[in-house]
């Protein structure tokens, strides 16, 4: 039997993240793997911890090279300063 209620007050539900927080996590996660490799071509599968929390970086950088056509370019322009191939 399942016990669904309401949240009590002294439980906290996770805020939802919407895409731009998501957006600025994996950059942090770039901008991290880029300073400690001195560039931006991870493998497709590479994760990289940012502040305990598991990124994958890989695949942020493989999607959103395949999806560079959709991109703002205030999101390109961050990507490109990290040295971004296109």
Partial sequence: MLHIGPVEPDEHAPAPRTQAYKWAANVR??????????????????????????????????????????LSPQRRQELTELGMRW
Avoid: C, W
């Fill in 29 to 70: 996660a770039a901008r991290q793997f880029h300073a400690r490799e001195g560039h931006l071509q991870p493998y497709r599968k590479a994760m990289e911890v940012v502040d305990g929390v598991e990124h994958k970086i890989g695949m942020f950088v493989d999607n959103t090279r395949r999806r560079a056509d959709k």
